[in-house]
């Protein structure tokens, strides 16, 4: 059975930096798509950023230059280094990973219950 678990939220002011960690477990095979979302209450899950099996990287136009999704394979562990965050970013952010590789597209199998980053102004 496949776990995915989330760790790293907080509260950061804006302009600050925080890194999430998401560990997936019990999938017997190196290769899988990982990818992190962002949803407000009342709203859909945003897909954030996403590394798939070739280690190719995907990030939501809003993030880029100031987000980083990474992958260590040894430990199944994936981040999500985010630096001058924003108010509005402030929100629950999922991991998901599968087999399949669907980027920023929120059709992944497995997800974690959630870590809240907080952003105050």
């Known amino acids: 059975q496949v776990s995915v678990a989330e760790s790293g939220g907080g509260s950061v002011q804006a302009g600050g930096s925080l890194r999430l960690s998401c560990r997936v477990s019990?999938?017997?095979?190196?290769?899988?798509?990982v990818a992190w979302f962002r949803q407000d209450p009342g709203n859909q899950r945003e897909g954030i950023a996403a590394?798939?099996?070739?280690?190719?990287?995907f990030y939501a136009t809003s993030v880029k230059g100031r987000f980083t999704i990474s992958r260590d394979d040894v430990d199944h562990v994936v981040y999500l280094q985010m630096n001058s965050l924003k108010p509005e970013e402030t929100g629950m952010y999922y991991c998901?990973?599968?087999?399949?590789?669907?980027?920023?597209?929120?059709?992944?199998?497995?997800w974690g219950q959630g870590t809240q980053v907080t952003v105050s102004s």
């Open positions: 019990g999938y017997p095979y190196r290769a899988y798509g």
């Open positions: 590394i798939d099996s070739d280690e190719d990287k």
């Open positions: 998901a990973a599968d087999v399949f590789d669907y980027r920023l597209d929120p059709k992944y199998e497995w």
